[in-house]
């Protein structure tokens, strides 16, 4: 139980390190496939750019979430 004890201490950033991968792949997917999207209709690109952006703040949004977490609720 002692070994469990002084692990504790960098779960929340072993945690955050795991949930930092899955906006790291939602950004890498919006990216793509607005890149995408724009080669397909280049006269919609200044939509897609903006819903583009939007997605991106969204996504780093839940990231951002994630560091403050730790500190939170952290003891």
């Known amino acids: 139980?002692?070994?469990?004890?002084?692990?504790?201490?960098?779960?929340?950033?072993?945690?955050?390190?795991?949930?930092?991968?899955?906006?790291?792949?939602?950004?890498?997917?919006?990216?793509?496939?607005?890149?995408?999207?724009?080669?397909?209709q280049p006269e919609a690109a200044g939509l897609i750019r903006s819903n583009m952006f939007i997605g991106f703040a969204l996504t780093e949004a839940l990231a951002l979430i994630g560091i403050v977490m730790p500190f939170v609720y952290g003891k």
């Open 1 to 40: 139980m002692s070994a469990l004890a002084e692990v504790s201490g960098s779960v929340a950033s072993i945690g955050y390190g795991l949930a930092a991968i899955g906006p790291g792949i939602g950004v890498g997917l919006i990216f793509g496939n607005g890149v995408q999207a724009m080669a397909r």
